[in-house]
Nanobody, 125 residues
Framework: QVQLVESGGGLVQAGGSLRLSCQVS????????MGWFRQAPGKEREFVTA????????SYADSAKGRFTISRDNAKNTVALQMNSLKPEDTGVYYC??????????????????WGQGTQVTVSS
């Protein structure tokens, strides 16, 4: 079993930055590709970004490109999401997820085996 715990969410003004972190425990972290998803009120959960097992490959949703950066530290079993130039439309609950099914990256939520409980990000205008 794999446990994922997100942290770092909060309230920020538009144009500001936040750094989310996800601590993973329970299995060999480097055996999992990692991803971040988000869900805004009244909307479906959507892909934000993903990183391969080694960290050498990354994928971003168009809405995240140029503003968000995903990274991982396989020695510390953590994955981070640095979010800059935040917009009100970035508001939502952000979820960290782990996939044993792929080596590189995947945008498909059903490829992810494990999910965190989510952390709230609110961007005020």
């Amino acid at each position: 079993q794999v446990q994922l715990v997100e942290s770092g969410g909060g309230l920020v003004q538009a144009g500001g930055s936040l750094r989310l972190s996800c601590q993973v425990s329970g299995r060999t972290f480097s055996n999992y590709a990692m991803g971040w998803f988000r869900q805004a009120p009244g909307k479906e959960r959507e892909f934000v970004t993903a990183i391969s097992r080694s960290g050498g490959s990354r994928s971003y949703a168009d809405s995240a490109k140029g503003r968000f950066t995903i990274s991982r530290d396989n020695a510390k079993n953590t994955v981070a999401l640095q979010m800059n130039s935040l917009k009100p439309e970035d508001t939502g609950v952000y979820y960290c997820a782990a996939s044993s099914m792929v080596v590189t990256t995947t945008r498909r939520s059903y490829d992810y085996d494990y999910w965190g409980q989510g952390t709230q990000v609110t961007v005020s205008s």
